[in-house]
């Protein structure tokens, strides 16, 4: 009996409760003293210093009343807004797929352009920096919107892009194209075989090869963040005067490295033929000498280092077919034929030309035996100076010819000129037709990034606002997904093809994109610090982009050979980074 007593009092108490917390007042201003209910202990003629003199039926009315106040600003005063937390979530997604729709046209045009033009100009100057144009137009309205306080606050959402670009592909997607276009290792050099992947997920026997030109695309990643560490100058010497300086000498300095990359850009095909015709030619002298050596009655140097000149007379005999004492173009050629030069897509011509270049110093056309000695001794103290081992060159002719044979070759396959393309070049059908629609791609792609950039930053910092998670966080794990996400899919499908080629193609591409991230949206950041006058004040971020571009530019700026197990660093290198910036802001107070 107790018992049902119990429960229902404690019916009747909640009852009474809801009852409270149901009842609705109206809503009466502090300076209306006629008419309200006297709470028995305030006169009127204290009302004004001790406030209100009626008591609050509905204690949340305040909080209703502020809640209902807060209101969003929509976007060109006509896209949608929302203080909701799922509302702010839903409109991230929709302008990031958006701004992912932006990257593709943008990218997908290029392309076309570049299949209509050809590298040069617009694969060195307008292809890069297409490739950076959404992330740059997201950065560029973060720090334009509103009041400077406004700039200041959303310009968090600029930094994170940067950072997070910067980090997701050379950690993430770097990572996931080793995975991807990994290849079975060859165990005498560590170079990745061809198509070849058949010892599965092995941390040492597989992985992925790369030219030299990728080796050099990773050096310029690393030397593009010098204009942070300038920027960053007076937080590091924990100095207050000469910040605003500091951020004009970086822009300069960000402006200049950028117009650099991009002449570099334009007339590095021509700086690669120019290196790879050199290379050729090094491979060509190497195999003549190892034919010369192995049809050679006896060895081409004496204990003593000389050049044999009895052995030499006779190779020279050998190759004078017509036997006038004179070596012709026709009998180089003949020479060269036998070689077999299989390993590299030789121009016989060309070949012959250069080695008369080399040998004919009478410019008559033609070589004796004079200057058929003489070629002969440049070209074996050419390959002593590249040897290792030994300093005694007589008894070990074979081996040093046989290095430099193999080195030559080596360095001519490390500029990527085994294959000139993976697929048939073909003409272009109707080139009108595809410049008009790579024009139109172009223009459509910079026409969504431009509309919905400001929109997308806006959703972010309401989302921030409505969940309390700073905004950084928030830019630097979404946004770069939505605006890279064109070139990380391209990157990987590319990198499946397992060949050396599409492989250094694909890592290039990815060293070059963070490059750009590094110069040109930092510049476009710098000058909107510098214009609205803003504060620097992204120190764990500038370290965490530091550390990113460093480890990983100085892992692939030495090697181009990159095992399985090269993965783990890059992937745990995005956590680290994640975690990395959140002690520092919050346990040391840094931003």
């Known amino acids: 009996m107790d018992n049902n007593n119990n429960k229902l009092q404690l019916l009747l108490l909640s009852l009474f409760l809801l009852a409270i917390t149901?009842?609705?007042?109206?809503?009466?201003?502090?300076?209306?003293?006629?008419?309200?209910?006297?709470?028995?202990?305030?006169?009127?003629?204290?009302?004004?210093?001790?406030?209100?003199?009626?008591?609050?039926?509905?204690?949340?009315?305040?909080?209703?009343?502020?809640?209902?106040?807060?209101?969003?600003?929509?976007?060109?005063?006509?896209?949608?807004?929302?203080?909701?937390?799922?509302?702010?979530?839903?409109?991230?997604?929709?302008?990031?797929?958006?701004?992912?729709?932006?990257?593709?046209?943008?990218?997908?045009?290029?392309?076309?352009?570049?299949?209509?033009?050809?590298?040069?100009?617009?694969?060195?100057?307008?292809?890069?920096?297409?490739?950076?144009?959404?992330?740059?137009?997201?950065?560029?309205v973060s720090g334009l919107s509103g009041t400077k306080e406004t700039a200041q606050s959303q310009v968090s959402v600029g930094m994170g892009l940067l950072a997070g670009s910067t980090v997701m592909l050379s950690t993430v997607i770097w990572g996931t194209c080793v995975v991807v276009g990994k290849c079975d290792l060859r165990e005498s050099d560590s170079v990745a075989i061809d198509g070849q992947n058949t010892k599965g997920l092995r941390l040492t026997g597989t992985g992925v090869s790369t030219d030299v030109w990728t080796c050099y695309a990773a050096r310029i990643m690393a030397i593009s963040v010098i204009p942070f560490v300038v920027v960053q100058l007076p937080q590091m010497l924990n100095s207050t005067s000469g910040r605003h300086l500091a951020v004009l000498i970086a822009l300069i300095l960000s402006v200049s490295m950028l117009i650099s990359y991009c002449l570099y850009q334009v007339f590095q095909?021509?700086?690669?033929?120019?290196?790879?015709?050199?290379?050729?030619?090094?491979?060509?002298?190497?195999?003549?000498?190892?034919?010369?050596?192995?049809?050679?009655?006896?060895?081409?140097?004496?204990?003593?280092?000389?050049?044999?000149?009895?052995?030499?007379?006779?190779?020279?005999?050998?190759?004078?077919?017509?036997?006038?004492?004179?070596?012709?173009?026709?009998?180089?050629?003949?020479l060269i034929i036998g070689i077999r030069f299989e390993e590299i897509d030789l121009d016989q011509d060309d070949a012959v030309s250069k080695v008369l270049s080399d040998f004919d110093t009478s410019n008559d056309s033609h070589i004796d035996i004079k200057e058929f000695i003489n070629g002969l001794e440049k070209w074996l103290n050419e390959a002593m100076q590249a040897r290792t081992g030994s300093a005694d060159p007589g008894p070990h002719t074979m081996k040093f010819l046989d290095d430099f044979h193999l080195r030559t070759k080596r360095e001519h396959a490390l500029l990527g000129a085994e294959e000139e393309s993976d697929e048939v070049a073909e003409g272009v059908e109707n080139p009108k037709w595809v410049s008009f629609k790579a024009v139109l791609m172009l223009l459509i792609g910079t026409i969504i990034a431009a509309a919905f950039a400001d929109p997308l930053v806006d959703a972010v910092d309401n989302f921030s606002a409505a969940t309390s998670i700073p905004s950084f966080f928030i830019s630097f794990i979404a946004l770069p997904f939505a605006t890279n996400s064109s070139e990380a899919v391209s990157a990987i499908i590319f990198a499946s093809r397992k060949k050396i080629r599409t492989a250094s193609l694909t890592f290039s591409e990815l060293y070059g994109a963070v490059t750009m991230n590094n110069i040109l949206c930092l510049s476009v950041f710098l000058a909107l610090v510098y214009a609205r006058g803003l504060t620097w004040d992204f120190s764990s971020e500038v370290l965490v982009i530091l550390i990113v571009c460093l480890v990983m530019g100085a892992f692939a700026s030495f090697r181009t050979n990159f095992p399985l197990w090269t993965c783990s660093i890059a992937y745990a290198l995005y956590p680290f980074s994640l975690a990395l910036v959140y002690v520092l802001d919050y346990f040391f107070g840094w931003s």
């Open 22 to 140: 149901a009842v609705h007042s109206r809503s009466v201003p502090d300076s209306t003293p006629s008419d309200l209910i006297s709470d028995g202990i305030n006169s009127n003629n204290n009302h004004s210093q001790r406030g209100p003199q009626y008591l609050l039926l509905n204690p949340f009315i305040k909080a209703e009343e502020e809640s209902s106040s807060s209101t969003c600003e929509q976007t060109y005063g006509f896209l949608p807004c929302t203080t909701t937390v799922l509302g702010n979530l839903f409109l991230i997604i929709v302008y990031g797929y958006l701004m992912y729709v932006a990257a593709t046209y943008l990218s997908n045009g290029s392309e076309l352009l570049l299949e209509i033009l050809g590298p040069g100009v617009v694969g060195g100057l307008f292809l890069p920096i297409l490739g950076a144009l959404p992330d740059a137009m997201l950065i560029l």
């Open 269 to 334: 095909p021509w700086i690669q033929k120019r290196r790879l015709a050199f290379a050729k030619h090094k491979h060509v002298i190497s195999g003549i000498l190892k034919h010369l050596r192995q049809r050679a009655l006896g060895r081409l140097l004496t204990d003593s280092g000389e050049p044999n000149i009895d052995v030499i007379k006779k190779l020279f005999d050998a190759i004078d077919e017509n036997k006038d004492e004179r070596l012709s173009a026709s009998e180089l050629k003949a």
